[in-house]
């Protein structure tokens, strides 16, 4: 398991939020409420509760941090080592104790006001004595501001890190930049490294994890290293040089024989004898990768020289007895990881190499020898010369081999659908599982039944064969009747009737011609209004050309709608009562006065008139007009109420504010307090 997971770490506030959360919280978590009536005493004791309070949270919550960061004298030397070279740990360690001093000054100025509230003798002093206290705490942690920025950083950093084990079986790949490596691990891992074809693709340590031999194996591609000075090497190197330094691995360098990375052999080979004592006491092995490109027989004999002297510098990491090489077999491997040719022998034989190390370093130590001890292997001496070989009864025998024989037999539905033209073309049949009195049944069609009836019963045998002579009796029939398109219903039209259908032919076609120019030409086309459209308008003229068009004398048509049209009204008549000036003359006409029906009819039709509110229509439950006129009063008397109370509605149930706050709030003035 993983011993140091930097992930879990606390989130480190920056100063000012680190303010507001202390002082936030002991706002909430301490009384808020203080009254010159209490004893001085108690006066004391209130503030000095916050001032206690709130060191107790700002010492917690930097030792919450002091104490999540690693200590890097106590966790594994390849931990520490990779924190100084991303990190440099000087800086580090100033920063966890600015922490550490700054918890400490605030627990010496809360010490320090605590003792002086106890001697405050008045409200007003023990307050200012809080306020002090709390200032002076603020200002130590403003101070280490940049501290807590800077210590954000390294746990935003850390936490992005890499979850290696140092102590587990592991695979460490190394080599100059773009040689594959990161091709190596995607094969072998589920990990999703970048790959691209430029140098330091892999700018930090990437893991993942293999099997071999039900034993999990982790997995660590490190960025590239070029051959160049120790002290030239940038971070990015200096995270591969600390993980060959510090982790138990079995080391694969990786040797790009095409030179398609860049380097040639040469180079490569004078890399791998400058980091050579990071290679000691681990299994070693030589891959010679891109194979594809150029295999390992066809370069020249300068570089197989240089490929046979790391060969042999590779052997002596192989433990064998003495500290010499043994055997020479998975030290100098070839592969391609484009083609996947050797990729698994390459794996299978670092793991083996690593696995047989750690046994063989595990039988020489001491613990060995406790666990021997433990172990007693009892082996039973032979009583007579007689063999007694294992009795299995002739049933199991038989069983096992009518089980083999089934299996081997089997046909799946997957063979079935290979065999009939695969997924897509073949279909299961359901009905081979049915459980019939007789298999020939299974594939029998399933009756139809109608009414109660089987409908194949009624079917006819021969109804195929007789839809085909129909069908043949049909076509001669078109044969001898020719091709004639003015035939309809089987009667010969005269000759003034197909000029007439060839007419309404003709007229037909245009006026789907004239629809789909209409179509065409109907985003681009402005809309006329109506009654500026002499086409479209609404006119006896219009209709009497339209039906003179089709042949329809339009004369009874028009004054008919003529005679239903409304007239405008009549012209204002002079008044029969006193609208005459000759005097006696007026009095001597027998006229008779104008009823009121004669009048609503004298009066403009030219749009419906309103009913009088209480006018009953059916349908709305009034027995009278009496009735309908008291409802409706009753209805505007409680809207009346409502409405004096300010309601928008019956649903309006809104409590008002019974005591405004600019007539209850504030300091009372000289005067009447009576509407307060």
């Given at each position: 398991m993983v011993q140091h997971n930097f992930k879990k770490m606390t989130v480190v506030p920056n100063g000012k939020d680190f303010i507001d959360i202390i002082l936030s919280r002991t706002q909430r978590q301490t009384p808020t409420v203080v009254h010159k009536g209490y004893a001085i005493s108690r006066l004391r004791?209130?503030?000095?509760?916050?001032?206690?309070?709130?060191?107790?949270?700002?010492?917690?919550?930097?030792?919450?941090?002091?104490?999540?960061?690693?200590?890097?004298?106590?966790?594994?030397?390849?931990?520490?080592?990779?924190?100084?070279?991303?990190?440099?740990?000087?800086?580090?360690?100033?920063?966890?104790?600015?922490?550490?001093?700054?918890?400490?000054l605030i627990g010496k100025i809360s010490k320090d006001y605590v003792k002086l509230l106890k001697y405050g003798n008045s409200l007003y002093r023990s307050k200012c004595l809080k306020v002090a206290a709390?200032?002076?705490?603020?200002?130590?942690?403003?101070?280490?501001?940049?501290?807590?920025?800077y210590l954000e950083q390294i746990r935003q950093h850390m936490a992005r890190l890499p979850s290696i084990d140092p102590n587990t079986r592991t695979v460490l790949i190394c080599g100059y930049p773009n040689v594959g490596k990161?091709?190596?691990?995607?094969?072998?891992?589920?990990?999703?490294?970048?790959?691209?074809?430029?140098?330091?693709?892999?700018?930090?340590?990437?893991?993942?994890?293999?099997?071999?031999?039900?034993?999990?194996?982790?997995?660590?591609?490190?960025?590239?290293?070029?051959?160049?000075?120790?002290?030239?090497?940038?971070?990015?190197?200096m995270c591969s040089i600390t993980a060959l330094a510090h982790l138990r691995a079995a080391v694969l360098f990786f040797l790009d024989i095409s030179g398609s990375c860049g380097y040639n052999i040469a180079q490569q080979a004078?890399?791998?004898?400058?980091?050579?004592?990071?290679?000691?006491?681990?299994?070693?092995?030589?891959?010679?990768?891109?194979?594809?490109?150029?295999?390992?027989?066809?370069?020249?004999?300068?570089?197989?020289?240089?490929?046979?002297?790391?060969?042999?510098?590779?052997?002596?990491?192989?433990?064998?007895?003495g500290g010499e090489a043994t055997n020479d077999e998975g030290v100098l491997l070839t592969m391609s990881t484009l083609t996947e040719e050797g990729v698994i022998s390459v794996k299978n034989a670092a793991c083996e190499r690593l696995l047989n190390q750690r046994v063989e370093l595990k039988m020489k130590s001491k613990k060995i020898n406790?666990?021997?001890?433990?172990?007693?292997?009892?082996?039973?001496?032979?009583?007579?010369?007689?063999?007694?070989?294992?009795?299995?009864?002739?049933?199991?025998?038989?069983?096992?081999?009518?089980?083999?024989?089934?299996?081997?037999?089997?046909?799946?539905?997957?063979?079935?659908?290979?065999?009939?033209?695969?997924?897509?073309?073949?279909?299961?049949?359901?009905?081979?599982?049915?459980?019939?009195?007789?298999?020939?049944?299974?594939?029998?069609?399933?009756?139809?039944?109608?009414?109660?009836?089987?409908?194949?019963?009624?079917?006819?045998?021969?109804i195929f064969h007789r839809l085909k002579e129909l069908e043949r009796e049909e076509g001669l029939r078109h044969k001898e009747q020719g091709d004639d398109d003015f035939e309809m219903d089987a009667l010969k039209l005269t000759p003034e009737e197909q000029k007439m259908l060839a007419g309404i032919r003709k007229k037909r076609s245009k006026f789907i011609q004239q629809h789909r120019i209409k179509k065409s030409t109907a985003e681009s086309r402005p809309i006329v209004p109506r009654k500026f459209n002499k086409d479209r308008e609404f006119t006896t003229k219009r209709m009497g050309r339209q039906l003179t068009k089709l042949g329809i004398d339009p004369t009874m048509a028009i004054n008919r709608a003529r005679s239903r049209s409304v007239s405008k009204g009549r012209k204002r008549e002079r008044s029969v009562d006193g609208g005459d000036t000759d005097g006696g003359d007026a009095m001597d006409m027998d006229v008779d006065a104008p009823n009121k029906k004669q009048l609503m009819l004298s009066r403009s039709r030219s749009r419906s008139r309103s009913r009088p509110p209480t006018e009953v229509v059916p349908g709305e439950g009034f027995k009278d007009s009496s009735q309908k006129a008291k409802a409706i009063k009753k209805a505007r008397k409680s809207n009346t109420i409502r409405n004096k109370n300010a309601r928008r509605g019956e649903a309006d149930r809104v409590i008002p504010t019974l005591k405004p706050k600019h007539l209850f709030s504030g300091k009372r003035s000289i005067g009447k307090t009576q509407r307060r």
């Open positions: 004791q209130f503030y000095m509760r916050k001032v206690k309070y709130t060191q107790q949270n700002f010492h917690e919550k930097l030792s919450t941090i002091i104490d999540e960061f690693p200590r890097l004298d106590d966790i594994h030397p390849f931990y520490g080592d990779l924190l100084h070279v991303l990190y440099n740990k000087d800086h580090f360690k100033l920063a966890l104790g600015q922490i550490n001093a700054a918890r400490t709390l200032g002076r705490m603020c200002t130590v942690i403003k101070r280490i501001g940049p501290s807590l920025a990161s091709s190596f691990i995607n094969k072998i891992t589920r990990a999703d490294v970048d790959i691209q074809p430029y140098a330091f693709t892999t700018k930090s340590l990437f893991v993942g994890h293999t099997d071999y031999k039900y034993l999990r194996y982790q997995v660590i591609d490190t960025p590239g290293i070029l051959d160049r000075p120790f002290e030239d090497r940038n971070i990015i190197e004078s890399l791998f004898h400058s980091i050579k004592s990071l290679f000691m006491n681990k299994p070693l092995i030589i891959v010679c990768n891109k194979t594809d490109l150029q295999p390992l027989e066809g370069i020249s004999e300068e570089d197989k020289k240089l490929v046979a002297e790391m060969k042999n510098e590779a052997m002596k990491t192989v433990i064998g007895q406790e666990c021997l001890n433990r172990f007693h292997v009892a082996l039973p001496n032979p009583r007579d010369s007689k063999e007694r070989p294992p009795c299995i009864p002739q049933a199991v025998l038989e069983a096992k081999s009518k089980q083999a024989a089934e299996k081997e037999k089997r046909t799946t539905e997957r063979d079935l659908e290979n065999e009939n033209g695969g997924a897509g073309v073949y279909s299961a049949s359901l009905k081979k599982h049915y459980i019939l009195a007789n298999d020939e049944w299974k594939e029998d069609v399933m009756p139809e039944i109608l009414d109660g009836y089987n409908v194949c019963d009624f079917v006819d045998p021969d």
